[in-house]
């Protein structure tokens, strides 16, 4: 299979939450660390009441967050883990293909190559991985994909200007942007409805199988979001919206196929709505999510899940919640050249745009 590009993350640390009873974690840890301007560079977090999940920051910024939560309402050892240094592995486009984005993530499984997260953005797909494993992880899926001649470095490589001012240790020239913003501008917003979704439970032991069955299951149609994540301990929790080509249900054979694998949980809901926005760089805009969350929550509108990946936030909600949510965030974020109530378009059941601005 072609893909347009690999691409390596600088060091990252992975943070997994899960509330296990009492108040979630989760959104009270947002709000410390947009209270001091921490940016995110990944979030996946589940709606009102539980909110658990898990988030990647920059590994310079994790010891000032372990401080920063010990210190306050929401301490890491509320549920939380943090495995290391880690790095995303990020491939583009998708091109809302089921085989791109289960073919790799079976591959890895194979060869054991440990996969911590797995998200995919509106062209991408961002698997979160050892840091030090990245070289093997990206070896390993060359032997189904293939990349065009020419392609740039998986890794960011100093250019003579940076080796000349920084003496080539790491990426010290760059653009650094500083949000102040009472009205967050984006680049546009798209209310999807008549998604399905297929939720899973299942032991690690067992993602190859799953990936491998869902890679062939072509009949499901354009996906509209994949979200894989390992927040308990050897267990994987994994989310998949589609639009199907028709109204209706997903394959009764393949979802039958999926609940005989030992130890895999599944659960169909249908119909749902997924409100998407995007840009600029959210991942370097602090408190965007934070944001979201606290202005639907004022608004009293729940959501399911909320994917934010790169440039892209995803958020899923019941049927009919969509547009609430939609007017609610319109308060909050703004298309500079048009009217915030305005920048919402909706579709049915069509997919995604493969183009994405980084």
Same mark, same amino acid.
């Given at each position: 299979m072609m893909l347009g590009g690999i691409k390596f993350s600088e060091p990252q640390t992975r943070?997994?939450?899960a509330a296990d009873g009492g108040e979630p974690a989760g959104a009270r840890v947002l709000g410390t660390l947009a209270a001091n301007n921490i940016n995110l560079t990944q979030l996946f977090m589940g709606g009102p009441p539980v909110f658990d999940g898990d988030f990647c920051i920059e590994e310079r910024d994790h010891r000032l967050v372990s401080l920063l939560l010990a210190s306050s309402s929401s301490p890491m050892d509320d549920g939380m883990t943090a495995p290391g240094t880690v790095g995303s592995v990020t491939l583009f486009p998708h091109r809302s293909d089921l085989r791109v984005v289960f073919a790799a993530l079976s591959r890895l499984a194979q060869v054991n190559l440990p996969i911590y997260s797995a998200y995919t953005s509106l062209s991408a797909l961002c698997i979160t991985t050892d840091y030090r494993l990245m070289d093997a992880v990206a070896e390993s899926l060359l032997r189904i994909f293939v990349l065009p001649a020419g392609h740039s470095p998986f890794r960011y490589e100093p250019s003579e200007f940076d080796a000349q001012v920084a003496g080539?240790? %790491?990426r010290k020239v760059e653009t650094a942007a500083r949000y102040r913003e009472s009205v967050i501008k984006i680049y546009g917003s798209h209310l999807q409805t008549g998604v399905r979704s297929l939720s899973l439970s299942f032991p690690a032991a067992t993602l190859s199988r799953v990936a491998s069955r869902l890679a062939e299951a072509e009949s499901m149609g354009s996906f509209v979001m994949v979200a894989l994540t390992s927040c308990r @301990?050897?267990?994987y929790a *994994?989310?998949? *919206?589609?639009a199907p080509p028709e109204a209706g249900s997903f394959s009764t054979e393949v979802v039958n196929e999926l609940a005989r694998i030992p130890g895999v949980e599944v659960v169909e809901q249908s119909v749902l709505e997924v409100l998407y926005f995007h840009g600029p760089h959210f991942q370097d805009r602090h408190g965007v999510a934070n944001t979201v969350v606290t202005t639907l929550a004022g608004d009293e509108v729940g959501f399911i899940c909320l994917n934010c990946s790169g440039t892209s936030i995803y958020l899923v909600t019941s049927e009919g919640v969509g547009c609430l949510?939609?007017?609610a965030l319109a308060k909050?974020?703004?298309? @500079?050249? %048009?009217?915030p109530g305005s920048s919402c378009r909706t579709t049915r059941n069509q997919p995604s745009s493969t183009v994405e601005q980084t």
């Open positions: 943070v997994a939450f080539a240790q %790491g @301990p050897q267990r *994994l989310q998949l *919206l589609v949510a939609g007017r909050v974020f703004v298309v @500079p050249s %048009g009217d």
